[in-house]
Each structure stands twice: as structure tokens, then as C-alpha cells.
């Protein structure tokens, strides 16, 4: 039977733990942003060696689960900077946070998906636009930051949206590496009461409500960005 008292007793307890699912989402998210910018500007300017690198780390990184991408960060970034620091670097592979590795591994996934995202978003660009602003005589610096990137955000907003709410969702790993969000904690008070449906219903509740509201304010962000355009 159901036990609705414990449900709502442990409710508040597993709330408590959603600043850290949100930061882990949009901290990685962020890097993901930055580092998906560099990687289409390799790619799209096709720059030997390192477009093609670029091309099979997204490849890899889109084609593997993220709990094993999790486990490869977790496990392999301590040797990278032992290796590092055995060739003079100034690093320090001991004691490394589980946040930094929860940052590097949910980072690197979203740059590999906002990468994708972002070159399909500026392919959707009309280029005979950009063209015909340069055959005019604008810098092509102005074309594109004028032009070009505005209608490239306004394509990408909703699969930008789909990633972060993936990320949000996929957050409940790193319970796997001793960080304790809103799936660790609801995992740690089912185990210490032996009310595991009513903790997982909790979580999950969590989960819709999170994802609703980020899901409602980038529609708005949506909306009120091609509303800009349209009047522009």
C-alpha cells in the first residue's frame, strides 16, 4: 500500500537537493555552449586534422550512453592529469570533486548535442541572405552577427531546450559518483525507510516540475525572440 505519509514527509528532504541538479545542468550546460561554438567553427571552416578529431569525438560522444561517458570522466581524468604531471604540468590528479567530474562528463555531452544543433540551426539559414548583404557592402563581421545569428537562435532554441531538460533528467546519475541530487536522496531515504515507491513518486514529481518551468520559460524566450524578429 501506498504510504502517503511518507511521501509527503520525504518530499521536503529530496527538494532540498534540486540546487544541486540544477547546478550540475547548468553549469555543464554552459560549457557545453562554449566549447560546441568552438567545435562548429572548426568544423564548418574545415580545418585539417582538426574538424575531422572534432567530427569523431561527437560522433563518439553522441553514440554512447551518458552513464558510460560518466564512468570514463570519472575514471580516466585522474590518470590524464597523473600522465600530465608526470610531464611537468602543475596539476593535482588526488582528490579530484565528483562535481568536477560531473561538470567535464555532463559538459562534454552537451557540447557533442549543441554542436549538432547548432550546425543544423545555421544551415537552416537561408545563405543567400548573407550574400546578398555582402554584395551590398556590409562587412561580413556585421552580416553575420546581424543577419545570420539572429535567425540561428531563434532555430535553436527548441533543441537547446530538449538538451537541457535530457541534462536535467540525466543529472540522477551521478548518484553513481557520490553526488547526491534529487534521485541520490530520494535513493538514500527509500533505503533508510524501505519506501521505495513513494520516494521514486516524489522524485519524479520533482523532475515534471522542473522540466515544466524551464520547458514554459524558453517557450516564452521563444516566442518573445521571433516576435523581436517580426518587428524588426
Known amino acids: 500500500m501506498f504510504d502517503f505519509n511518507f511521501a509527503r514527509e520525504s518530499f521536503p528532504q529530496i527538494l532540498q ?31 585539417p586534422v582538426l574538424s575531422q578529431v572534432l567530427a569523431t569525438l561527437v560522433s563518439f560522444i553522441r553514440g554512447t550512453p551518458i552513464l558510460v561517458q560518466l564512468y570514463v570522466v570519472y575514471y580516466g581524468l585522474p590518470q590524464l592529469l597523473t600522465s600530465m604531471q608526470a610531464a611537468g604540468w602543475h596539476v593535482d590528479p588526488n582528490g579530484l570533486p565528483p562535481l568536477i567530474i560531473a561538470f567535464s562528463a555532463y559538459g562534454l555531452n552537451a557540447m557533442a548535442n549543441l554542436s549538432e544543433s547548432i550546425r543544423s540551426a545555421y544551415h537552416a539559414v537561408d545563405p543567400g541572405q548573407y550574400e546578398a548583404a555582402i554584395s551590398v557592402g556590409m562587412q561580413p563581421r556585421v552580416a553575420m552577427t546581424q543577419i545570420v545569428v539572429p535567425q ?17 533528467k540525466d543529472t540522477a546519475l551521478v548518484y553513481n559518483i557520490g553526488l547526491v541530487e534529487v534521485m541520490g536522496k530520494a535513493n538514500v531515504i527509500s533505503s533508510e525507510g524501505f519506501k521505495y515507491l513513494e520516494t521514486y513518486t516524489d522524485a519524479l514529481i520533482i523532475y515534471i516540475a522542473i522540466c515544466w518551468i524551464f520547458g514554459i520559460a524558453l517557450r516564452m524566450v521563444e516566442r518573445h525572440y521571433r516576435y523581436a524578429q517580426a518587428t524588426n
Open 17 to 47: 537537493a534540486v540546487p544541486l541538479t540544477l547546478l550540475i545542468a547548468l553549469v555543464a550546460t554552459l560549457i557545453g555552449l562554449i566549447l560546441a561554438i568552438g567545435v562548429v567553427i572548426a568544423r564548418e571552416k574545415e580545418i
Open 152 to 168: 540561428l537562435v531563434s532555430n535553436l532554441i527548441p533543441n537547446f531546450t530538449n538538451i537541457l531538460l535530457d541534462l536535467i
